[in-house]
């Protein structure tokens, strides 16, 4: 069964970093393109960015520059390092995988900039 799950969500200030993990099990990590999405109260959930199974990485014109998505296989983990944030990013931080024609979603970690 695939499962996906994210951690390392918080309270940052604006200008502070923080990384998100998205630990997988069910399927390996660098077999798949893993991405992370964002939602915000009242908005739909856009694409944040995403890392392919031959290492290729894509990211949205809001976070370049400012986020890292990388991946470590021997932990089946994808990580998204998010530096200089901006009230603008909080949201609740989703990972996606596909696998056989299905969606997988993880629960979530909010991640709240706020002075």
């Known amino acids: 069964q695939v499962k996906l799950v994210e951690s390392g969500g918080g309270l940052v200030q604006p200008g502070g970093s923080l990384r998100l993990s998205c630990a997988a099990s069910?399927?390996?990590?660098?077999?798949?393109?893993i991405g992370w999405f964002r939602q915000a109260p009242g908005k739909e959930r856009e694409g944040v960015s995403c890392?392919?199974?031959?290492?290729?990485?894509y990211y949205d014109d809001s976070v370049k520059g400012r986020f890292t998505i990388s991946r470590d296989a021997a932990k089946n983990t994808v990580y998204l390092q998010m530096n200089s944030l901006k009230h603008d990013d909080t949201a609740t931080y989703y990972c996606?995988?596909?696998?056989?024609?299905?969606?997988?979603w993880g629960q979530g970690t909010q991640v709240t900039v706020s002075s």
């Open positions: 996606k995988t596909d696998y056989q024609g299905t969606s997988y």
């Open positions: 069910g399927i390996s990590s660098r077999d798949h393109t």
């Open positions: 890392i392919t199974d031959t290492g290729l990485t």
